[in-house]
């Protein structure tokens, strides 16, 4: 009933950018949280960063300083800023939500960060 999509991955160096978008469509009402995890092979999923209704943020230790997360003004848009770009940054990023007491998860955006 819910379907999330990511947006904004892509290649990048080290020390660069990347702005990733979550689109949140369908029955998208009584959201409390959205986030960000990602996965890189061999590793197991971690999260990066959630975000509650309130605008309450949380972070992973390993991008906290280098990554913001936001909502739109609707709160069904989520974008993650991603500065400072590690290589261990390297993952499939996934967006996911909570609406209704269920959790909902994209199908994954791509990032890589290489020289």
């Known amino acids: 009933q819910v379907q999330l999509v990511e947006s904004g991955g892509g290649l990048v160096q080290p020390g660069g950018s990347l702005r990733l978008s979550c689109a949140a469509s369908?029955?998208?009402?009584?959201?409390?949280?959205m986030g960000w995890y990602r996965q890189a092979p061999g590793n197991p999923r971690e999260l990066v960063a959630d975000i509650t209704n309130g605008g309450i943020t949380n972070y992973g230790d390993s991008v906290k300083g280098r990554f913001t997360i936001s909502r739109g003004n609707d709160k069904n848009a989520l974008y993650l800023q991603m500065n400072k770009m590690k290589p261990e940054d390297t993952a499939a990023y996934y967006c996911?939500?909570?609406?209704?007491?269920?959790?909902?998860w994209g199908q994954g955006t791509q990032v890589s960060v290489s020289s």
């Open positions: 369908g029955s998208i009402v009584g959201s409390n949280v």
């Open positions: 996911y939500g909570v609406f209704s007491g269920r959790i909902y």
